[in-house]
């Protein structure tokens, strides 16, 4: 288990000490039991009972597992249509953003520039003559001398 979700789990249990004891018992035993044997007993969660879920500084994964809980045994099947509506458009909407991120047209288009980028570079170079020292010249000239016998 990740650290990240036992400290979920603990919050989760947090949250559930407020609810009334008729909703706390739709809550199966066997669940409430997975959270307190899974939580960080060393994570202390700071709910506020004054303010809304939407307020709170929970984590992210404590949001679902409370998401999760109120569709399974709570909502009707109006709400549930609903929190599955929602759900669906949020899943999409991060689907398409990992599209955008990881789209391969971008990737090459990347490329591309990079490509111009190295031809730009490359017009700019010009041909530099070579002409040779005096010093060059006259070691030539001795060489042609000897290798002509």
């Known amino acids: 288990m990740t650290s990240t979700y036992a400290k979920a789990y603990t919050e989760v249990l ?19 039991e997975f959270y307190e044997k899974y939580k960080d007993t060393n994570y202390v969660c700071n709910y506020d009972s004054t303010k809304t879920l939407n307020e709170q500084n929970i984590l992210r994964e404590t949001r679902a597992i409370i998401i999760s809980i109120f569709r399974d045994f709570f909502a009707t ?62 070691i030539n000239k001795i060489k042609r001398i000897f290798f002509k016998i």
Do not use: A, C, G, R
């Open 14 to 32: 947090e949250i559930l000490k407020y609810l009334p004891s008729e909703q706390y018992k739709k809550i199966p035993k066997e669940k409430i």
């Open 77 to 138: 099947t109006i709400q549930k249509e609903k929190l599955k509506k929602i759900l669906l458009n949020n899943e999409q909407k991060y689907q398409q953003e990992l599209k955008e991120k990881h789209n391969w047209d971008n990737i090459f288009e990347k490329n591309k520039t990079k490509i111009k980028q190295d031809e730009f570079v490359e017009n700019k170079t010009t041909m530099v003559e070579y002409k040779e020292s005096i010093f060059t010249k006259f």
